[in-house]
């Protein structure tokens, strides 16, 4: 590529995005190479379009135009095109303009970065002119849209703030684009011609508008898999057996309501019928390619060894087809030579607007009636329900299935269901955005081992949770590491981080497969409670015991069991059942139900006593317990624990009320929906970020410039990019350096004086003033009291020096020890704050009480900044050592509201100033009245690339 050395191929633009139809494109720069293939764009696009671009008829591009549109400097002048199967579809350039309006081409251009922002001269301008073009083909696909975020995050890293745009009255299609994008614009008339003038500064309004394209655009992508007019399944052998001639069966077994496809290359030439006593049907009508086929090919699911997907996938590519699910193996999950198979899969399936689920996938499954959609290895389409299902194991997958339908979800049933394998492509996130809006879905159910980007994972489960449950159940806690197959970046990330996030989210996060199916079938079926408490009822005063026992476990608030006896009927627990939902005391009911024994054959008739019909048992309670509900007429969730009543839970199912085996298990379940509940409600009112007027924003930035020599000739370097890896190598701040910055937030750090030597000790004492604390600042004894390496209540000069001469004479040199005085502060409750930027998660806030709870229990809790009000009042209230906090025992309450302002105070530096890459403050003693901060650190680094703020992208390979 002929650039200069200074400007080089800025590869980090390059990206893959989802466009407004679910089909995908690549956005890169445009290089010299790039002259045919402009040339040939060019000659597609109408002469309408070229007249809108060049306000002029412009048949033909010259030489001289070929050359300006393709060689670039990548800083004053940049251009970006959209391709589909290596194709220009559409392109966007700016040119730099100078502050009298002309085109900053001809001038030395800036090649710096300094603190991740691009640096340039005081007399260069900060304003490009923009313009683009879109084959008539593909307008209305959202093309200019992504264009438009991505040459803008180019231009803000090039140090240009506003683009100019003029645009012909008429070409309502592109003035739409500009004003719909959100961004702060201007709009004049002149000549003619409309122009367009707009900050490039993201604002709350182009983050909404950028979030909501892509969260339709992936859900569009996602539906187009689930719902196919027509699938060919690549790889079908004709003899019984094999995985394609098994997903061939299942698609005809499930009634897929639209065309099927077999496709063999070792079929014969003029197509003919596939058919055989394990395809149900007449038959299907094979082919040896795909484009033998001679229509439409919505879905194609590849089953060919590895070393044969690359020519299906580009048979695919060029006929059409819109998605592929892949499970062939021999991928990631082999081995190195794999991982390199499978990201080249991608690259190549992206080319041609392909998405994949897969490869090494169990398939998906679209119960709606409309669609009957099985295209996996499962033997049966689960009964049409509620419940959306993804998972990233194939193995759990099956089990979930089968699980379901045992436990009665038969009944309930599933919308949808994905097992992505190796989730090269398609993830967990994407599903989510189809989720979110689809009326057949409830509940998503999630099995993650791997969580390629938390933050933006966080973002859609919290949408989505807002509307409906996410239930997660996450694999891999305690190796941090995802599954070999699993090419999709990954960065390890501390459970407990995890947990955090996902609690913030409003995600229940279970901790077994089997809690994963308990919580689901109960959210699936029954409305949300409206507080913790229990009614429990039954006939067995044993499992009423358990059942409460297990309430109290849970932190709910059971009622005083009812025992039924017995001998009780199912008219007996129909009453019982109605008037336990009709009673405002109770917000939720747990049924307990024994086999009926006695002599009468009261449960279900003189017919029923006998063991052949227990099943009569189950259905009698059954309707029992539905009239029940019919009758109670208040919205409580209902949940039975039984114990070998047969027919109970699939006689059940039809209403959706769920049957535990164990008491344990449906308390669990209840628990779920009950915490789920409580954050439905405080999610309606999230609480707010304070605004505090003693905070000095602009200052904090000089002073942060100044440590990381910006505007110096010190070493500098470019922003991180997306998934590139981890935070940037920071450097802690000397103690006075850190001490000013966290003062320019309202956090005052108690003063501390070096005391290398007694006299140098009492000094230091009589300036800050008696009693003060002796304590030595080596890494191995500080914060350490209980190894001699703090001293404190020290109210005269002798004892100071008495002190100062037992640290040397029992713990070290003084140089070694390296000692400080400091004031004493009012007694209290010893905590830390801490804050850091995680390479996966963002910046997050952490609390805990200093010493042995934090470091040795982990009784951390932890919250994504920017941190709320109500964040803040939560973070400290969610540990387990919380009620030191609150006066346990009959110690006196401290200082609380405090505690959340100084969190507040943190979350809000590290969220202004993303090169503050983490701050540390310990201990924090917190009195009954006031706080006092003892001990802080703050590391600063280069400026990172934000998490989920970038232009929209695929992950990258």
């Not at 710096?112 to 593909?138: C, K, M, W, Y």
């Not at 199912?570 to 005391?585: C, N």
């Not at 109970?648 to 049957?659: H, N």
Request: net charge negative.
């Amino acid at each position: 590529m002929q650039t200069t050395p200074e400007h080089a191929y800025p590869a980090h633009w390059e990206a893959d995005v989802v466009l407004r139809d679910g089909g995908t494109a690549q956005i890169r720069p445009i290089t010299p190479d790039d002259a045919q293939r402009l040339v040939r764009f060019y000659e597609q696009v109408s002469d309408e379009s070229k007249y809108y671009r060049f306000f002029a008829p412009y048949p033909r591009l010259s030489d001289r135009d070929v050359h300006r549109f393709t060689h670039h400097d990548y800083v004053d002048r940049v251009g970006l095109a959209a391709t589909v199967g290596g194709d220009f579809i559409a392109t966007v350039r700016y040119d730099r303009i100078d502050a009298d309006g002309r085109p900053a081409t001809s001038r030395p251009s800036p090649t710096a970065t300094v603190n991740g922002r691009f640096a340039t001269s005081p007399d260069i301008a900060d304003e490009a002119e923009v313009a683009f073009l879109v084959q008539d083909a593909h307008q209305g696909r959202g093309v200019a849209s992504a264009l438009l975020e991505h040459i803008a995050a180019v231009a803000r890293e090039r140090g240009i703030r506003r683009f100019a745009a003029e645009v012909l009255p008429a070409n309502n299609k592109m003035i739409k684009v500009f004003t719909d994008a959100g961004y702060t614009q201007q709009r004049s008339f002149e000549d003619g011609v409309v122009r367009l003038e707009f900050d490039l500064e993201p604002t709350d309004r182009s983050l909404a508008v950028q979030r909501g394209r892509e969260q339709r655009a992936e859900a569009r992508s996602v539906q187009r898999l689930l719902a196919p007019r027509s699938v060919a399944v690549i790889g079908t052998s004709r003899r019984p057996g094999g995985v394609g001639r098994t997903v061939l069966r299942n698609l005809l077994a499930g009634g897929f309501t639209g065309r099927v496809h077999a496709v063999n290359h070792a079929f014969p030439e003029g197509g003919a019928v596939l058919g055989a006593p394990d395809l149900p049907g007449p038959g299907v009508q094979a082919h040896r390619f795909v484009h033998d086929i001679g229509e439409q090919v919505d879905l194609a699911v590849v089953a060919v060894p590895a070393e044969h997907v690359p020519a299906v996938v580009a048979d695919c590519g060029e006929h059409g087809v819109q998605g592929l699910v892949v499970v062939s193996s021999g991928y990631a999950e082999s081995g190195p030579a794999g991982r390199e198979r499978q990201r080249e899969l991608v690259r190549q399936a992206r080319s041609y607007g392909m998405r994949i689920i897969g490869p090494n996938a169990f398939g998906l499954l679209n119960t709606a009636e409309a669609v009957r959609l099985n295209a996996s290895l499962s033997p049966e389409l689960p009964r049409a329900g509620r419940l959306g299902l993804f998972t990233q194991s194939g193995a759990i997958g099956i089990a979930l299935l089968s699980g379901l339908y045992r436990r009665g979800a038969g009944q309930i049933g599933l919308s949808t269901f994905v097992s992505a394998g190796n989730r090269a492509d398609v993830s967990g996130n994407d599903f989510l955005q189809y989720w979110h809006d689809d009326p057949d879905t409830d509940v998503v159910l999630m099995y993650l081992e791997s969580i390629g980007n938390p933050r933006k994972f966080t973002r859609l489960a919290r949408r989505t949770a807002a509307v409906k449950p996410v239930v997660v159940v996450k694999g891999a806690r305690h190796t941090g590491s995802a599954p070999t197959g699993h090419t999709v970046p990954t960065t390890r990330i501390p459970d407990a981080t995890v947990s955090a996030l996902l609690r913030q989210a409003g995600v229940i996060r279970v901790g077994t497969v089997t809690e994963l199916a308990d919580a689901g079938l109960l959210l699936a079926g029954q409305p949300l409670p409206a507080g913790p408490r229990v009614a429990i009822l039954g006939n067995s005063e044993s499992l009423g015991l358990l059942t409460y026992d297990a309430c109290l476990t849970e932190r709910l608030r059971p009622l005083r069991p009812r025992d039924l006896t017995t001998a009780a009927t199912p008219d007996d627990y129909r009453k019982a059942v109605a008037a336990a939902l009709a009673d405002d005391i109770c917000d939720a009911v747990v049924v307990n139900a024994i086999p009926w024994v006695g002599e009468d054959a009261a449960w279900a008739g003189e017919d029923a006593a006998t063991e052949a019909d227990r099943p009569a048992e189950g259905r009698a309670l059954a309707a029992a317990l539905r009239q029940a509900v019919a009758d109670g007429g208040a919205a409580k969730p209902v949940a039975v624990v039984h114990l070998e009543i047969e027919g109970l839970a699939e006689a059940l199912g039809a209403p959706g009320i769920p049957t535990y085996p164990a008491a344990e298990r449906a308390v669990r379940a209840l628990a779920e929906a009950v915490r789920y509940a409580q954050w439905r409600r405080q999610a309606a009112e999230p609480g707010r970020v304070p605004e505090y007027e003693d905070i000095e924003e602009a200052a904090a930035g000089a002073d942060i410039d100044a440590l990381l020599g910006v505007g110096g000739d010190g070493d500098t370097r470019a922003p991180s990019e997306p998934g590139s890896g981890p935070v940037p190598r920071s450097s802690p701040l000397a103690p006075d350096d850190a001490a000013r910055l966290l003062a320019r937030y309202g956090i005052a750090v108690r003063p501390t004086l070096p005391a290398p030597d007694p006299d140098a000790a009492a000094a230091a004492a009589a300036r800050l003033g008696y009693p003060v604390a002796l304590k030595t600042t080596a890494p191995h004894l500080r914060h350490r009291a209980d190894l001699g390496g703090v001293r404190l209540d020290l109210t005269t000069e002798t004892a100071l020096r008495r002190a100062h001469q037992e640290f040397t004479d029992h713990l070290g040199k003084a140089d070694e020890l390296r000692p400080v005085v400091q004031a004493m502060a009012p007694r209290g409750v010893d905590t830390v704050v801490r804050a850091a930027i995680d390479p996966a998660a963002g910046a997050v806030l952490s609390f805990g009480l200093a010493g042995a709870p934090s470091e040795l229990l982990g009784d951390t809790a932890h919250r994504l900044v920017p941190v709320t009000d109500r964040d803040a009042a939560e973070l400290i209230r969610s540990i387990g050592t919380a009620p030191l906090l609150f006066g346990w025992r009959g110690s006196q309450p401290v200082d609380t509201a405090a505690l959340e302002e100084l969190l507040l105070r943190v979350s809000r530096l590290v969220d202004d100033h993303p090169e503050v890459v983490r701050v540390e403050l310990e201990p924090v003693v917190v009195a009954p009245q006031g706080l006092t901060v003892l001990g802080a650190s703050v590391s600063l680094a280069p400026r990172p690339a934000p998490a989920d703020l970038g232009p929209r992208r695929l992950p990258a390979y």
